[in-house]
């Protein structure tokens, strides 16, 4: 009996120092911004992550010093290679449901991780978010990425004194977000002879710009279940993003194509087919990677997120009569710095998503546009795409990109009611063309 009674008290001895390891563990591991970075940020389309070399910098430093929707490698890509993975669009890839929820539970019960992004949800129906209001989470992950600032963004000086009105809003998008894409007539491109590689035709010039009527689709998973493929198709032109499919989902988000926005790593991965699938065929192609934020096109062209410049020129070669362009990164960053003045918090030094990206875009093609999903309807989810099963909130609110900045503008941009927010998820933007600014 007084051998027995050692054996068991020699067992919960042992059990209790397990008890301690495990806690001690995750205390040490949990909290970590690699931990963060890899948990928390996914994307939508999206989409451009945090460089393999700064991970590697990131987990062996003590401080802290991406990418439309993987795990990271080590080392820089060679030259007309894209990296092996990415962390982060928001990231390209994302864990299954289960997964992420056993992850979230380390910091945050699950639970609550869903309801504080549905009150953030019904914030941006009304006007009224901020980044404080966003799970302890993806609060983390935004200060881990400001702290990364991987494409050496300045923050300016917030002067603006006042909130602009929408009118004030839409004329300073206009005045400073023009759509542009590479000419070929910069440095390093001119030389290169890229002048008679891209489109002779420019793209705001091309037959039926400015369209009457345009559909922005979103590829969220809260388009699922709605039944607006017929209303998506009625429109002029149709945009969709990256590789989001329609076969298959013809009742919800329409079967018509007119433009697709792809970021380099579609381009990039073998997998997507990106030159022989039916996909990409027959359509206008708008294709973005993320530069410096000096928009130095030399050290771009050394060094894109994923070698988009090789593809292209193959693609070219292949389809010469397709319309296909490539974005100008200062345009992108155009469309950040206004993000930036029109926000009272410094948001992620980040390029905008390509949702966002897509709906100033069609602004400048289109007289009208109607957007679909960007602000998430009743029907909002934690699934990221409607034709993917990967789950979480940074999709819908932001991590990597500075999503809730993105459409907090975009809810005061528009006349929508709150209504057609919660029922609808379908909000109306003028074109450029219909918006009249003083001189």
Known sequence: MKLWGNLKLLLLIMLVWILVLFIVFFQTTSDSPLEIARTSIRSVPAQHSIKPSTISQWTHSTSSNHTNS???????PVKGKGRSGDVGDETKAVESS???RKTV?????????VSNGRKVVHGLWVGLVSSNMLSERLQKAKKAYTDINQYKVVYAKQEQSKQLQRQELLCQLKQQAQVRTLDGAEE???ILGWKQLVPSQPLLKLHGIPYKTCAVVSSAGAIQKSSLGKEIDSHDAVLRFNSAPTEGYENDVGKKTTIRIINSKVMW?????FKTSSLFKNITLVAWDPSPYSSDLHQWYKNPDFDLFTVYKDYRTLAPEQPFYILHPRFVWNLWNM???NTNENIQPN??????IGIVLMMGLCKQIDVYEFIPSKRHTTLCHYYTKDRDMACTLGAFHPLLFEKLLVRRMVKTSYSDFSDKGKVTLPGFSKITCPP
Request: charged share 20%; proline share 11%; glycine share 6%.
């Open 70 to 76: 993987t795990q990271a490698s080590s080392g820089w």
């Open 269 to 273: 991965e073998p997998e997507q087919n």
């Open 98 to 100: 289960e997964t992420l």
């Open 105 to 113: 539970k380390i910091s945050e019960d699950w639970e609550e991780y």
């Open 188 to 190: 390093p491109f001119a």
């Open 351 to 356: 390029p905008p998503s390509s949702g966002f």
């Open 339 to 341: 993000l930036q003045a």
